[in-house]
T-cell receptor, first 112, second 113 residues
Framework: QKEVEQNSGPLSVPEGAIASLNCTYS??????FFWYRQYSGKSPELIMF????GDKEDGRFTAQLNKASQYVSLLIRDSQPSDSATYLC????????????FGRGTQLTVWP | DAGVIQSPRHEVTEMGQEVTLRCKPI?????LFWYRQTMMRGLELLIY????????DSGMPEDRFSAKMPNASFSTLKIQPSEPRDSAVYFC???????????FGSGTQLSVL
């Protein structure tokens, strides 16, 4: 079992819709969770991080964490074509400070 | 700051040759990471350093791979001898502290023929 699992997609939504990206992790000791966005041919860039159970909002992005279910999600409201990218979920390894496990990513396409 | 700088951007080599990838982290960042990205396996951590000391190299595929960080501003990842299955994008990333935001370099696209 891979440490971080994501829906491989691809996910396609119309402009203005809500895009929902999901992720599960296997290490119950994980404390920190991250969402990175990667445009085709580019390097990943951080868009959200979350440490506590519940929701965290930043502009059009909301990260949700449920440690009991070992589940992390990212909601993108009012999706724009510029949001079209691959979204990578990452979790730290609770026993090894600094080590991050990445999911394989979900490809999102927002069509006008 | 110019961000994390990697070189070369592209490398094409023949099987059996030695390949050296280079990375300059952001000044002041204590952590440096080497990742490999492929379609099949996604983004995999190969090794990371804290204050120039290797902390976890359990992701290094085999003895053909080695990494060094001789000082706070420079790191190399070497593959010797290279094989076609090493073809991937290799990213270097740095962070200020453990568990914080990773800043990625532009990556090196490696093709081993």
């Amino acid at each position: 079992q891979k440490e971080v699992e994501q829906n491989s997609g691809p996910l396609s939504v119309p402009e203005g819709a809500i895009a929902s990206l999901n992720c599960t992790y296997s290490d119950r000791g994980s404390q920190s969770f991250f969402w990175y966005r990667q445009y085709s041919g580019k390097s990943p860039e951080l868009i959200m991080f979350i440490y506590s159970n519940g929701d965290k909002e930043d502009g059009r992005f909301t990260a949700q964490l449920n440690k009991a279910s070992q589940y992390v999600s990212l909601l993108i409201r009012d999706s724009q074509p510029s949001d079209s990218a691959t979204y990578l979920c990452a979790a730290d390894r609770g026993s090894t400070l600094g080590r991050l496990y990445f999911g394989r990513g979900t490809q999102l396409t927002v069509w006008p | 700051d110019a961000g994390v700088i990697q070189s070369p951007r592209h490398e094409v080599t023949e099987m059996g040759q030695e390949v050296t990838l280079r990375c300059k982290p952001i000044s002041g960042h204590d952590y440096l990471f080497w990742y490999r990205q492929t379609m099949m396996r996604g983004l995999e951590l190969l090794i990371y350093f804290n204050n120039n000391v290797p902390i976890d190299d359990s992701g290094m595929p085999e003895d053909r791979f080695s990494a060094k960080m001789p000082n706070a501003s420079f790191s190399t990842l070497k593959i010797q001898p290279s094989e076609p299955r090493d073809s991937a994008v290799y990213f270097c990333a740095s962070s200020l502290r453990a568990g914080e935001k990773l800043f990625f370099g532009s990556g090196t696209q490696l093709s081993v023929l």
